[in-house]
């Protein structure tokens, strides 16, 4: 196929290598003339994703319209505050029926609209599907075996998606619950600031599993809540993007979070990871969806406390441990 990626950070550079391995001719845009400059010389995007070399033939352009021309897919890659503008001002290079994949993460906190919602409200003559999961840009550009899914509500559109990215180290999964995807997605990465506090904190992998296991049972109350079907936050898009961004050494929103546990401020954080740290735009958007829908979410709430009302991590640890005494699951009951 013939495809553009939007968006030269660390996840749309490892889509492109991914991508090559299946022949498709590809063209990258940024909006940013160092960085293509960059690529145009080292097929590298050295700041963000060094050592993950693209071959000779992609393209690289700041000219979006360039970048777009005769082109079938499109992968939407731009961090999740940068979407609305991005799709504003490519809709009108996208003819009717193109595709395109949505791959950042995260809630819109105006609105409250998933990113999907935004892409189809921008580009309503676009097919929008989602591709999500335990994938981080580093390991997927050194080819390191890698499983996601492909969400829309087009069974056709998701096993077109699936055929474009499947390789035989990027396994990819098909799915028809897109708001559970989107929803799963953008929720683990408010969940991950919060492990990464526990880790700066000096807490232990007890504290992790605990914010883990209890994390996921706040993402599926609101995700069900919202419309998504509960079996998917127990697979790619829920529980297992919620381990890999909650653990790995990768998670710019764990690493966040672990300065943040330090007592450095969120702007300071940020700062020090240089790339945007999806759970801080998002954070305020799962609490207020969380009130929207009368769902429970203590760690998103204490979460949001640190971040914007100079809450100490350590005190909203001890509000967590110490709040009013509950039953595990709910629904499970003594004969």
């Known amino acids: 196929m013939k495809i553009c990626v939007l968006g030269a950070g660390s996840w749309g550079i490892a889509l492109t290598k991914l991508l090559s391995f299946n022949n498709h001719e590809l063209s990258v845009w940024s ?52 979407v609305r503008s991005t799709a504003k001002n490519v809709s009108k290079f996208i003819k009717d029926g193109e595709i395109i994949v949505s791959v950042a993460k995260g809630i819109e906190e105006t609105t409250l609209m998933r990113l999907d919602q935004i892409i189809e409200e921008e580009i309503p003559q676009a097919r929008v599907a989602v ?18 899914v492909a969400a829309s509500k087009d069974h056709a559109l998701a096993k ?43 807490c232990g992998d007890n504290t992790k599993a605990a914010l883990i296991t209890r994390g996921i049972v706040e993402i599926t109350a609101l995700g069900t809540a919202m419309g998504g079907a509960p079996e998917t936050f127990s697979g790619l898009s829920g529980i297992g993007d919620l381990i890999v961004t909650c653990a790995s050494q990768h998670s710019r929103n764990r690493k966040a979070g672990f300065l943040i546990g330090q007592g450095h401020t969120y702007q300071e954080a940020m700062n020090e990871v240089k790339m945007v740290v999806e759970g801080v735009y998002s954070a305020k958007a799962a609490l207020a969806l969380a009130k929207k829908y009368d769902v429970s979410m203590p760690i998103v709430e204490n979460v949001n406390k640190v971040l914007f009302e100079d809450y100490p991590a350590k005190d909203a640890l001890h509000d967590l441990l110490t709040r009013d005494r509950k039953r595990e699951v709910s ?5």
């Open 31 to 82: 909006i940013d003339p160092e960085e293509v400059a960059m690529l145009k010389e080292y097929c590298e995007q050295k700041d963000k994703l060094p050592g993950v070399i693209l071959p000779g033939n992609v393209t690289f352009t700041t000219n979006v319209e360039e970048a777009l021309a005769d082109k079938e897919l499109v992968v939407m890659a731009v961090p999740s505050p940068f």
């Open 131 to 148: 591709l999500s999961g335990p994938s981080h840009a580093e390991e997927v550009g050194k080819c390191m075996p890698t499983t996601v």
């Open 331 to 335: 629904t499970l009951h003594w004969s």
């Open 160 to 202: 077109e998606v699936q055929n474009t990215f499947m390789t035989d180290f990027f396994r990819v999964y098909t799915s028809p619950d897109v708001i559970g995807v989107e929803l799963g997605a953008a929720l683990k990465n408010v969940i991950a600031l919060a492990a990464g506090m526990a880790d700066g904190l000096g």
